[in-house]
């Protein structure tokens, strides 16, 4: 199981960071992603890290601005945001997955959190 939290109203040019906490299990072995999704839209990549935590990805629109990490001691992948624009307001899930996934779709991740909701005000 995967929890998120950290998720909250924050003005432009601010900063929050999200927890994906794992729960029932070791996800030591599994990439984790966070993806964010808006009313009426499929959801879109944000970051993901490998297993080892050496190996990130970013989404163009948020390279620079957020940072991805994982403590395999606490099972909690974070995800750091500074910067933030309007436009990253949405609901952020982290997902695990085996191997990389092939799409953003809950389908493509063997274990999807709950979400928590980003909201950035003017």
């Known amino acids: 199981q995967l929890v998120e939290s950290g998720g909250g109203l924050v003005q432009a040019g601010g900063s929050l960071t999200l927890s994906c906490a794992a729960s029932g299990g070791t996800f030591s072995d599994y990439v984790i992603s966070w993806l964010r999704q808006v009313p009426g839209k499929q959801p879109d990549f944000v970051a993901r890290?490998?297993?080892?935590?050496?190996?990130?990805n970013y989404a163009d629109t948020v390279k620079g601005r957020f940072t991805i990490t994982r403590d395999h001691a606490k099972n909690t992948v974070y995800l750091q945001m500074n910067s933030l624009k309007t436009e990253d307001t949405a609901v952020y899930y982290c997902a695990a997955s085996r191997q990389l996934p092939m799409g953003y779709s809950r389908g493509d991740y063997d274990y999807w959190g709950q979400g928590t909701q980003v909201t950035v005000s003017i």
């Open positions: 890290i490998t297993w080892s935590g050496i190996n990130t």
